[in-house]
């Protein structure tokens, strides 16, 4: 085969090759980033569908303009402003996914070898998307608080083309950024200006403690130099990963060439997906489904915050604030691999964290997922987990 | 900006231009390849919603695997087996949208500058995903039975990647190839086993005339070289392109890398879209449905075909077989752009023909769409672009 330079540049998802064993209902899957399942809006969904007008049905069977359904956009630009993006400077394209804004934007940016900086740890499904087209992937380091500014400002010296980060809720760190750092970040990103950052904020709705929501607000509402960054989020998280359907906000000067881009990948996302994400918005559903998504996560999260501290004592790990991952290190001489081997034969899988390093370096640890799993289960699965490490340890 | 240099490549869709012409009710628009919104099988998607079982709702609101949902896979087997593909030798993936699967191909072979061979007229869509990869795009001519054999070998010595070709219903062309052209094309592909074929069959099952039904069987299915093919189709034209779903058939040695490919860019298709397809398919709706299709589709062929007799006598076409497009040749004399500059006014708007030209040139063509259009309407349609034509001939 005469496969093109970068085939050989792909990075799979680790996920990919457990995929029978995350679908598998015997299993207990602490491993993908997935919304539980029973927590779907199910019977909206259908009543959404009962009721809507047949002209609207016919719109969402129909193509579409490549940045979205217009009743969306509209939407989408009520809650951008509401949430404090200026939206005379940007403009919203809605993506299939948000995976595609990581693609349109790499594709916009990166030439074979260019450098893309991401944080160490990096969202997997990101990282494919960069190395796909070549980007050369440098991390840099992170503490409880979010980025090393030190080891940024080192990394900048590379020349890279934009820098990817998720300040909030990180996948797979747990963290969010304290409001001091992202100034501080924002103020060593503004002496390079032409450094796009990509802000992934796919998790910011889903916080469970009050006292983080001032932390946790998106850089671009209130950085000096806002057109240097792109936004992306997704309704994977708040409604469902199967319609496909993220969103990107980008600088004016971007857009067209970010439309175009789009454009050639699939010509439109999903009518029907956006036509229900409309509905479910404008019905008032969203907000309240949200609501009962932070309440259920939460629960979840204790759970598994609790039964770590009950079960696994020498495992250390910072107390995720939102989002889906808790990011634990494990006691020295407990190999990430061996666990998940060990672990998994018992009917327990996770992913491990060489797969979110930029260089797929062991680190010692991994990524727990508690939102796909009730309470009782996470306390199943945690004492299976801490079996594994005890007989590692042995 | 430091845009990367495929930027400079994009070639944007000439639809991007009149979308708003394109949708306003009031416009008689030749223009889109679009399916007719009335025609769309909203109360069986209705149904199949109503009665889907909640964990099957779940099934389709949830990621899935990166090649297509499981059931529907099996559906399209099932399919492609019958309609006498080896699926033994390849493997289905689930697009979104057969746009994908071009986007897809050009990424797995092609490095920039390499060089893609298209027939010329080309489709927009389709161009639009390979420039974007910076392939240098080469067409190659037609006649009435389908690709130049003498120029084919000419342009062959460029040393194409792959080669891109609609041998059924064409879009813009409205040509069918013969079965006999077919054979020779391989033939010679045959002593090119480098080369990839990309089938586009995005209209196969639309045919209008049962004595084509054996000049269309797709080359795929019967070709010695048959691994030497990859074949896309779409259900944008048999469900709703709305839905953004199509499918490739790749051969087992393109497979992974095709599959890690389209992980990098949405994850996943759609689930909910999916699994639509799949109830529509298992349900006997499809087949039905595509029935009627033909029926009322042939009826606006017909129209478009009487009425560019009665009113424009002195345009020349062949008369399509099938698929959504009459490519007609205006008189000497008319020029393209001006004639969609007249005939916009008076509220007709049409693609003009150098926009499927691989370099733009002017050819005189205009690509007329009849799948939207209603008899009655095409009628006065078509009196107005004569009206139009008459008017730059005086």
Same mark, same amino acid.
């Given at each position: 085969?005469?496969?093109?330079?970068?085939?050989?540049?792909?990075?799979?998802?680790?996920?990919?090759?457990?995929?029978?064993? $995350? %679908?598998?209902?015997?299993?207990?899957?602490?491993?993908?980033?997935?919304?539980?399942?029973e927590l779907f809006p199910v019977e909206d969904v259908r009543e959404i569908i009962e009721k809507m007008p047949r002209k609207e049905m016919d719109t969402a069977l129909q193509y579409g303009p490549t940045d979205g359904l217009p009743r969306l956009l509209k939407d989408m630009n009520e809650w951008m402003t509401k949430k404090g993006f200026d939206m005379s400077k940007?403009?919203?394209?809605? *993506?299939?996914?948000?995976?595609?804004?990581?693609?349109?934007?790499?594709?916009?940016?990166?030439?074979?070898?260019?450098?893309?900086?991401?944080? &160490?740890?990096?969202?997997?499904?990101?990282?494919g998307a960069f190395c796909a087209y070549q980007a050369d992937i440098i991390g840099v380091k992170m503490d409880r608080e979010g980025i090393v500014i030190d080891d940024l400002e080192k990394k900048l010296a590379r020349n890279p083309k934009f820098i990817y980060m998720t300040p909030t809720f990180h996948n797979p760190a747990g963290l969010t950024y304290s409001r001091e750092r992202r100034e501080q970040f924002l103020e060593i990103m503004a002496k390079h200006p032409d450094v796009i950052i990509l802000e992934d904020d796919a998790y910011g709705e889903l916080y469970y403690d009050e006292d983080v929501k001032s932390e946790i607000i998106? !850089?671009?509402?209130?950085?000096?130099?806002?057109?240097? %960054?792109?936004? *992306?989020? #997704?309704f994977s998280k708040?409604?469902?990963?199967?319609?496909?359907?993220?969103? !990107? %906000? $980008?600088?004016?000067?971007?857009?067209?060439?970010?439309? %175009?881009?789009?454009?050639?990948?699939?010509?439109? *996302?999903?009518?029907?997906?956006?036509?229900?994400?409309?509905?479910?918005?404008? #019905?008032?559903? !969203?907000?309240?489904?949200?609501?009962?998504?932070?309440?259920?996560?939460?629960?979840?999260? &204790?759970?598994?915050?609790?039964?770590?501290?009950?079960?696994?004592?020498? $495992?250390?790990?910072?107390?995720?604030?939102?989002?889906?991952?808790?990011?634990?290190k494990m006691p020295e001489g407990v190999d990430e691999k061996e666990l998940f081997t060990v672990c998994a034969e018992k009917g327990v899988v996770f992913v491990t964290g060489?797969?979110?390093?930029?260089?797929?370096?062991?680190?010692?640890?991994?990524?727990?997922?508690?939102?796909?799993?009730?309470?009782?289960v996470i306390e199943r699965g945690v004492k299976i987990l801490a079996e594994g490490i005890a007989s590692l340890r042995k």
């Open positions: 085969m005469r496969f093109a330079k970068c085939v050989s540049a792909f990075r799979p998802s680790p996920i990919r090759g457990m995929m029978n064993a $995350v %679908i598998n209902p015997n299993v207990i899957s602490f491993a993908g980033g997935m919304p539980g399942n940007n403009r919203i394209i809605i *993506t299939t996914g948000s995976t595609q804004a990581m693609s349109i934007v790499t594709k916009l940016f990166v030439d074979p070898h260019d450098v893309v900086l991401t944080e &160490d740890p990096v969202f997997v499904g990101s990282a998106p !850089m671009k509402t209130y950085a000096k130099n806002e057109n240097q %960054i792109i936004y *992306t989020s #997704s708040i409604f469902g990963p199967g319609l496909r359907i993220g969103w !990107m %906000i $980008v600088p004016n000067e971007i857009y067209e060439a970010a439309e %175009i881009c789009k454009q050639s990948m699939d010509a439109c *996302t999903p009518q029907f997906s956006q036509m229900l994400a409309a509905e479910f918005i404008e #019905s008032g559903r !969203m907000e309240r489904y949200i609501e009962m998504l932070r309440k259920v996560y939460k629960e979840r999260r &204790d759970a598994m915050v609790n039964c770590l501290h009950k079960y696994c004592p020498e $495992v250390e790990f910072v107390t995720p604030q939102g989002g889906f991952f808790l990011w634990a060489d797969a979110f390093n930029p260089e797929y370096k062991k680190n010692r640890y991994v990524r727990l997922s508690f939102s796909n799993t009730p309470p009782e």
